[in-house]
């Protein structure tokens, strides 16, 4: 992997699990001594940072991790909805289907389990697990490429809402339905599905934070 590459990715894990909080200030400097880089690794991951919507460019600061508000998590549900609907959709009408009947299983034994003290990764991982096989099964690289690069934005958001464990709960029934619907070949039902989920989550998100960053 080359230098670039791996100071994007550092990076960005930072900027999505709020090591880097937004208003942050990323100097070429100062990141390429604490990633013990040159500065040039820094300056093309940086481009690529603004490029994907984690950072901006700001006159006087330089390069800043960009900001997460109410309209930009509304804005980010939109595509949301709209691609993960469209995926699970043609999912459901794939002919691969046949794993999906064990991972709403998976996800059904999973909402007995999050409330337990360390489960909530491996509960992360089957989510996951979920969206790759959905992207397979949808068999659409645009679509997926879409999801790709939303989904980081996503997990950034999510991170805000922290860990309920009664959301969480209710997600893993959720992710289940989906599963399901899938698994049955019901393109409607998995795009319903899908809806109730997103909405909900969605709603979570609004009260629990950035209702909470409002405050």
Known sequence: MRASDKVYESLRADIVEWRLAPGTVLAEVEQSERLGVSRTPVREAL?????DGLAVQQRGRGTVVSEVSEDH???LFVLRVALECASARQAAGS?????FAELAQRFEDAAHEVEIPGTREAYYQLVQLLDDSVDEAANNKYLSNALRTLRVHLQRVRRMAKDNPERLKASAGEHAAIARAIASGNPEVASAATT???HQSFTHIMAHAVGSERQ
Do not use: I, Y
């Open 196 to 198: 109730v989920h997103l």
């Open 47 to 51: 481009g690529r940072l603004v490029a």
């Open 73 to 75: 998590v509304e804005d």
């Open 95 to 99: 002919a691969q289907r046949a794993s």
